[in-house]
């Protein structure tokens, strides 16, 4: 899990806690270069991979061309964790669909079986009706804080394990008062995060739902080029 198919990916402590932490509801939220999804996605294919079942999964993000290029095809992305199909690896991209199954989607080559991932981007509501037709297993939403909320409503309560990743953004969106706010971060990094970010976590707890706040410190993977450019170039809430 800690080895792209090119080039090793270091993660740091909190990013191994978030790995093996199992809730059914999670959303990442933190400052630019934090490397959310680029964690978070192949946590959402491992647990993927561990079903036994046959329900289909939804990735979903603004529209096909930003998924493909920061989800499917970006360095440590689907295709370089997993691997292209064609090349022996575990993904099968089809984004014009394939078959049967005429909307864009991955097949995902598990022990578990071939799953099924539609890719859908939340900017086409007549794309994404016709794919929220039965019940998921796997829901991830990308850039949660500004997704179109008709979609969050309805493919929200269709999925078993919902991941999604935002940035912070205006409180008084219905994004946050009807999901983000009703998940709370775990014991160990109940106090790592900014306390104007974690008041704001004031409804009533949903469950188990969880929320994980990160910032480039989090992220082992940045150069100290990298990390000195973001500390004078970039404001955070650190």
Not at 64 to 74: C, P, S, Y
Not at 143 to 172: G, H, K, S
């Amino acid at each position: 899990m800690t080895q792209t198919q090119n080039k090793p990916f270091p993660l740091s402590q909190k990013y191994l806690d978030f790995l093996r932490y199992v809730a059914s509801a999670e959303f990442l939220e933190g400052t630019t270069s934090a490397g959310k999804t680029t964690v978070a996605v192949p946590k959402f294919m491992f647990r993927i991979s561990n079903y036994k079942g046959t329900k289909p999964s939804i990735i979903s993000g603004l529209d096909l061309g930003t998924i493909e290029k920061n989800i499917i095809n970006a360095d440590h992305g689907l295709i370089d964790v997993f691997g292209d199909y064609e090349d022996g690896g575990k993904i099968e991209y089809n984004p014009t669909g394939k078959g049967k199954i005429r909307l864009p989607h991955i097949l995902f080559h598990t022990p578990n079986g071939v799953k099924i991932i539609y890719v859908l981007g939340y900017d086409n509501k007549k794309r994404w009706k016709k794919a929220l037709g039965g019940q998921y297993f796997g829901l991830f939403i990308d850039e949660f804080n500004i997704a179109d909320m008709d979609f969050v409503r309805e493919a929200f309560m269709r999925a078993d394990y919902r991941l999604c990743t935002l940035n912070p953004d205006d409180p008084n969106k219905e994004c946050f008062s009807q999901y983000v706010n009703k998940s709370r971060p775990i014991e160990k990094y109940k106090d790592s995060a900014p306390k104007q970010l974690l008041d704001l976590l004031n409804q009533p707890h949903k469950e188990d739902w969880t929320w994980w706040y990160f910032t480039f410190k989090d992220n082992a993977s940045l150069s100290e080029e990298k990390l000195k450019k973001i500390r004078t170039e970039i404001n955070t809430y650190e």
